[in-house]
């Protein structure tokens, strides 16, 4: 059995939750998200308890894959309709920067034309500085992925460092090429 798959998920006051067939809606006060999840799992609401559990069909190794996985990923968007989450991007480097300008986010990063992101409808992006980046939003995948979008655009290199990393990542460093006197 599924160590993380048979494990309830507490339901927090302020959060409804629906489960049909193969649906399970989330609505929460940051929004409403909502999964499709395979024919062989199922998920049951215990309205006294106040807690979600999900269980499987049968005792195959991709439903007791799929059986953790859906457990979390259902845990996951209860967190995102109640806390959100979020990601922080730093830019180094002299004359990086980053400014949003209307649905786009618009990077400079040292390349001859600025590299321009469409920002998805679902994340919310703030710049409270040219070198930060704060992504976040109430699905975590998405903001994830345009986490890693951005930082994708110029990652870190590792002999100065420059480039986008996420909030205390460790770069590790490289030396860079030593001369030695000539002959002797």
């Known amino acids: ?13 302020g959060v409804n939750v629906r489960a049909g067939a193969e649906r399970v ?3 929460g006060p940051l929004g409403r998200l909502q999964m499709i999840a395979h024919p062989g799992i199922s998920v049951r609401i215990d309205d006294a308890k106040k ?5 499987r069909s049968g005792d195959s190794k991709k439903l007791r894959a799929l059986h953790g996985l859906a457990r979390a990923l259902i845990r996951n968007m209860v967190i995102g309709v109640t806390a959100g989450f979020e990601r922080k991007l730093e830019i180094v480097g002299v004359g990086y920067g980053a400014k949003i300008q ?19 409808e679902s994340v919310k992006i703030e710049v409270p500085q040219p070198t930060r980046i704060r992504v976040s939003g109430n699905d975590k ?19 100065k460092g420059k480039g986008i990393k ?15 006197g000539a002959g002797g």
């Open 102 to 120: 209307g649905h786009e986010l618009v990077l400079n990063l040292g390349f001859a034309t600025p590299v321009v992101l469409p920002i998805p």
């Open 166 to 180: 996420y909030e205390g990542e460790f770069i590790r460093r490289k030396a860079g090429k030593s001369f030695v």
């Open 51 to 55: 807690q979600a559990v999900v269980e």
């Open 1 to 13: 059995m599924s160590r993380i798959g048979k494990k309830p998920i507490e339901i927090p006051a």
């Open 141 to 159: 995948q998405q903001v994830g992925e345009f986490a890693a979008e951005i930082r994708r655009s110029k990652p870190p290199e590792p002999y």
């Open 25 to 27: 809606e989330i609505e």
